[in-house]
């Protein structure tokens, strides 16, 4: 492609925002300079007050094949990336089948994807009873780090693990370097207070909340800190919701456990007192919970106590989410957003002040240090991948189906207005989104642990 240069008065780099000139050699980015030292001859796209963001990197994402393409798949959840200016991918081990738990499946996986992807990808392991010996195999072939459940994950092909079989597997764990991403819920709690709410109108969204008390949450981080202080292995909270753990979790970083923390948008946008009974788009594990709640999670963002915003994208077929029924203990409880998060995280940030050095940190830079690539993308900077998003701030629109881009058109976003529209995503130099158009064949990479 040789040298372009991208031209803006908001160009989102390491340093802050500035005016410039993003310059593209090929596939990577040679310099961010004054507009008015663009190289002589190099053709000039000039996009005004539209910001340019690097590419968002997404470390927690289902995308569900081979095995359930029906509920997602790399064709549309890429296409959704795409969309909503994200550039690389971390897929999750489960709701595949086979589950990412071994190469063999890890090589099912990689052909699945062959031709398909809009962006880039990449895969997690997956850690279940008794796959300890899988474990340096899979690091060996390219995997960027592990995924445990410790609570029964929804479907019967990924079992979740106890206190003794995380015991057994950390030492191959721990050898390999790689993160250990846990799902941090016990099921004691659960099961106490599904027991005691038996009789109760499972489509008052305040029964499901009920159904998973934050103790479920604290108990089980409770425990991986201690299990990370045995074994020194980096550990990963997966999509934090109880917002009462960030003291347990502030503590872990002053003794300088390896300790890294997400949230997604949903945490941070919904809030339980506005959601409808009935409502079981809004379904979610861990749940979300208050308004107070949600207030003090953006605190523990703003603090760095929570590293960074992904978005738990987790799709499935629509009657899985029960919609006549509005039952919420029979509902499929995930909520794809990959196509709006962005958005979703803009509108939010405004309100409390944030710019978009914030987002670029929370959604791209911190998310590709935590999936190893953080030399490459996450970054407007020299020698890195020519991965970004040309997005409008100011843009307000309301959110349709039409906008969704991924398989099945379920949001608890339809009928919102937010701010911050994607306009194009470039993917290494080459465009891959365009004004809700897809104007290249996928040319995404798999980015593989070195």
């Known amino acids: 492609m040789g040298l372009q240069a991208f031209v803006s008065r908001q160009i989102v780099t390491p340093q802050g925002i500035r005016p410039g000139a993003l310059v593209v050699d090929g596939e990577k980015i040679q310099a961010v300079v004054p507009a008015e030292q663009t190289p002589a001859g190099a053709p000039r796209e000039d996009f005004g007050d539209l910001a340019l963001l690097p590419g968002l990197v997404d470390s927690h994402v289902h995308i569900n094949e081979p095995g359930r393409t029906g509920w997602e798949g790399f064709f549309t959840a890429t296409r959704a990336a795409a969309g909503g200016g994200y550039t690389m991918l971390v897929d999750m081990p489960l709701n595949c089948i086979p589950a990412t738990t071994d190469v063999s499946a890890l090589e ?95 489509t008052r969204y305040s029964t499901y909340l009920a159904s998973r008390p934050e103790e479920a949450e604290l108990s089980a981080i409770r425990m991986m800190l201690s299990l990370c202080r045995e074994f020194h292995f980096p550990l990963h909270v997966v999509h934090l919701s109880a917002a009462s753990a960030l003291e347990k979790l502030r503590s872990a970083r002053a003794e300088n456990l390896p300790v890294t923390v997400e949230t997604c948008p949903h945490y941070l946008h919904l809030e339980a007192e506005s959601i409808p009974d009935g409502a079981t788009q809004c379904k979610c594990a861990p749940p979300v919970r208050n308004r107070d709640n949600r207030e003090q999670l953006w605190h523990g963002l703003r603090q760095g106590i929570i590293d960074m915003v992904v978005t738990d994208h987790s799709p499935c077929p629509p009657a899985m989410k029960r919609p006549d029924a509005g039952n919420f203990q029979e509902a499929w409880g995930g909520i794809p957003s990959l196509s709006t998060a962005l958005s979703v995280m803009w509108t939010e940030a405004l309100r409390r002040g944030h710019d978009l050095t914030d987002i670029a940190r929370w959604m791209a830079e911190k998310p590709a240090q935590f999936a190893g690539c953080g030399a490459r993308k996450g970054k407007l900077a020299p020698g890195y991948d020519a991965d970004f998003a040309v997005f409008d701030p100011q843009a307000e629109f ?14 608890p976003y339809l009928g919102e207005t937010l701010r911050g529209m994607v306009k194009r995503t470039y993917l290494r130099g080459q465009a891959v989104f365009c004004s809700g158009t897809f104007p290249v064949e996928p040319a995404g990479r798999e980015i593989r642990r070195n």
Not at 122 to 140: E, I, K, M, S
Not at 398 to 411: C, K, Q, W
């Open 108 to 202: 099912a996986k990689r052909r699945a994807a062959a031709g398909q992807c809009h962006v880039d990808w990449a895969a997690w392991g997956g850690l279940v009873p008794g796959n300890h010996h899988d474990l340096q195999p899979l690091a060996d072939a390219g995997v960027l780090g592990f995924k445990c459940f410790l609570v029964h994950p929804g479907i019967d092909e990924f079992t979740m693990v106890n206190e003794s079989d995380l015991r057994a597997a950390l030492p191959h764990l721990a050898r390999s370097g790689l993160p250990l991403l846990v799902h941090a819920e016990l099921p004691g709690p659960i099961e106490a207070a599904e027991t005691q709410l038996r009789r109760s109108d499972w």
């Open 398 to 411: 309301t959110v349709t189906a039409n906008r969704l881009y991924y398989r099945h058109e379920i949001s």
